[in-house]
């Protein structure tokens, strides 16, 4: 089993910064994919942005140039500094990570799935 523990989450006024922590432990051999979801009220979960395989990084087109996304390998944490928040960056956001737990299962090709718990971001005056 994989755990996902976030932090940093809170109020911030429009044009402000947060950062957001997540931090992976349990049994993990590779960690295929790690970054960072949301889900604003009565819409669906959307990625924000993640390290993808080989390290390449996915942004979101809409925090492009505003989100920052970064991590540390020997902590297994992953990080994303958000700028210039909008009101329409309020949301949950969930760190996810894709693990192999095993070599046997990065061999065989078999990874899974887990999630934090969310992380409450809000943009307002």
């Known amino acids: 089993q994989v755990q996902l523990v976030e932090s940093g989450g809170g109020l911030v006024q429009p044009g402000g910064s947060l950062r957001l922590s997540c931090a992976a432990s349990?049994?993990?051999?590779?960690?295929?994919?790690m970054g960072w979801y949301r889900q604003a009220p009565g819409k669906e979960r959307e990625l924000v942005a993640v390290?993808?395989?080989?390290?390449?990084?996915i942004y979101a087109d809409s925090v492009k140039g505003r989100f920052t996304i970064s991590r540390d390998n020997a902590r297994n944490t992953v990080y994303v500094q958000m700028n210039s928040l909008k009101p329409e960056d309020t949301a949950v956001y969930y760190c996810?990570?894709?693990?192999?737990?095993?070599?046997?299962?990065?061999?065989?090709?078999?990874?899974?799935?887990?999630w934090g718990q969310g992380t409450q971001v809000t943009v307002s005056s």
């Open positions: 390290f993808s395989i080989g390290g390449s990084t």
């Open positions: 349990g049994r993990m051999f590779r960690i295929n994919t």
């Open positions: 996810y990570a894709r693990v192999a737990g095993a070599i046997t299962d990065a061999v065989a090709g078999r990874f899974y799935d887990y």
